[in-house]
């Protein structure tokens, strides 16, 4: 009886960091998603330069994730000081990024809130992992249903990030909506932070820097590694493509709040369900279904063209419920492959996670200004590129990570 109760953490220790993973997903939706064309259409950057920018912001991101994951394992004392840290400089570079235009230039406001905003978003992120890690040590919890919680929090905080310029626009005007993100960010961010007070734990399993190749030993955390970053691309590219598609290709751009949480909450929704076919067929097993149901759903976005937004809604629920799996299993996974090192592990998951947004900004946008394609234009060569970069290309990268899952990776053992 009592091995039943330690391998479930009570759910209070459960939501709890669900809240933080909602915050940091709620901060985001806006830097991942909205940036590229808030940037592009209010501040006049252009395609190649915004790319460019996006690419070596992005890049130094990635670098410094393995950095910062060696600094989690050495410090796990200061895992207080470091949360909070953390948070004030994600909020900072949040604010500088989405102030009002006309304040200050775009290109250094868009480099330096970037910078700033990554790395508080990445020392926070992986804390929250290292915390899941530790949890499901200290309690021999479930790796599965600790991911689950988390990752429902994330996707419930990209749901609130996506329902925002709906209550944020009428009243704020569209520029200045953003700036309201930053408010709400700053109400979330005291709220979940203050509810972790005391409560964060470290793995506990550090490793010496140069150890990180001891923790990449443990059986099957390369393998997870490479599928991790090679499922990671068509998410990124999409990402960056999305708001654009809608505006370019659908005509729809009003739509663009709706349809994200429309994915979103499909993705929440189906977590649970991800998490249950798991229980039962294996989490390789279920996360290659929910990889392979992704395929056919998100091809049939490139035969859409103006007025088609009830057909892409439709796309956006179908493709999004197979995100959840992606979401949840994926770290769980990871989680479960671990035997050291979990903050640079887990850094190094980051690391890749933001190298593939980082490909995708800094390829996908010069790749498309260089092909015709201008926001806001009609040119029929730059919406046939804008097309066939925003369904195809994802559609290959998914097939291309679908053999590493099935023929590389082999089905752990812990829970």
């Known amino acids: 009886m009592t091995e039943d109760r330690a391998a479930n953490p009570p759910r209070r220790d459960l939501v709890k960091p669900a809240a933080v993973a909602a915050m940091l997903a709620f901060a985001g939706l806006p830097l991942y998603i909205h940036a590229p064309r808030y940037y592009a259409d209010e501040m006049g950057v252009g395609l190649a330069t915004l790319g460019a920018v996006l690419l070596g912001a992005r890049a130094l991101d990635s670098l410094q994730d393995p950095i910062i994951g060696h600094f989690a394992d050495r410090f796990p004392l200061r895992r207080e000081i470091w949360v909070l840290a953390s948070g004030a400089l994600l909020f900072t570079g949040f604010a ?13 406001r868009l480099a330096i809130g970037l910078v700033a905003a ?6 926070l992120q992986i804390a929250l992992y290292d915390h899941g890690l530790a949890q499901a040590a200290a ?139 798991a229980a039962g067929i294996g989490r390789k097993a279920a996360l290659a279904s929910g990889v392979a149901l992704s395929v056919p759903v998100f091809v049939w976005a490139y035969a859409l063209g103006p007025g088609d937004i009830a057909a892409f809604y439709v796309i956006a629920v179908a493709s999004g419920a197979a995100l959840g799996a992606d979401m949840t299993l994926a770290p769980a996974m990871l989680a479960g492959s671990i035997t050291g090192g979990g903050g640079q592990v887990f850094a190094l998951w980051t690391f890749l996670q933001k190298s593939a947004l980082a490909l995708a900004a800094g390829l996908v946008l010069p790749l498309l200004d260089f092909a015709g394609y201008e926001p806001g234009t009609q040119s029929e060569t730059g919406l046939m590129s804008l ?29």
């Not at 500088?96 to 250094?108: I, R, S, T, V, Y």
């Not at 990554?118 to 020392?123: I, R, V, Y």
């Not at 099935?406 to 089905?411: C, D, G, H, P, T």
């Open 96 to 108: 500088l990024l989405f102030a009002a235009p006309g304040w200050w230039e775009p290109l250094p």
């Open 387 to 415: 097309s066939v970069a925003y369904a195809l290309v994802p559609c290959i990268l998914k097939l291309a990570a679908l053999p590493v899952l099935l023929f590389v990776i082999s089905e752990e053992a812990k829970p």
């Open 139 to 277: 309690t021999g919890g479930d790796h599965t249903r600790i991911a689950l919680w988390r990752e429902a929090g994330g996707l419930a905080g990209i749901c609130l990030a996506a329902a925002a310029p709906a209550v944020l626009e009428p009243s704020l005007g569209g520029t200045l909506a953003y700036s309201g993100y930053a408010v709400a960010f700053a109400a979330m961010a005291s709220i979940s932070l203050g509810g972790m007070r005391g409560r964060w734990l470290a793995s506990g399993r550090s490793l010496p820097f140069a150890g990180i190749v001891q923790a990449l030993r443990a059986p099957g955390v390369k393998p997870l590694l490479a599928f991790g970053f090679l499922n990671a691309l068509p998410t990124a590219v999409t990402s960056t493509l999305v708001l654009f598609f809608l505006a370019d290709i659908l005509e729809a751009e009003t739509h663009g709040g709706f349809v994200l949480l429309a994915f979103f909450a499909a993705a929440a929704c189906a977590a649970p369900c991800w998490a249950r076919l």
């Open 118 to 123: 990554f790395t508080g978003f990445s020392a």
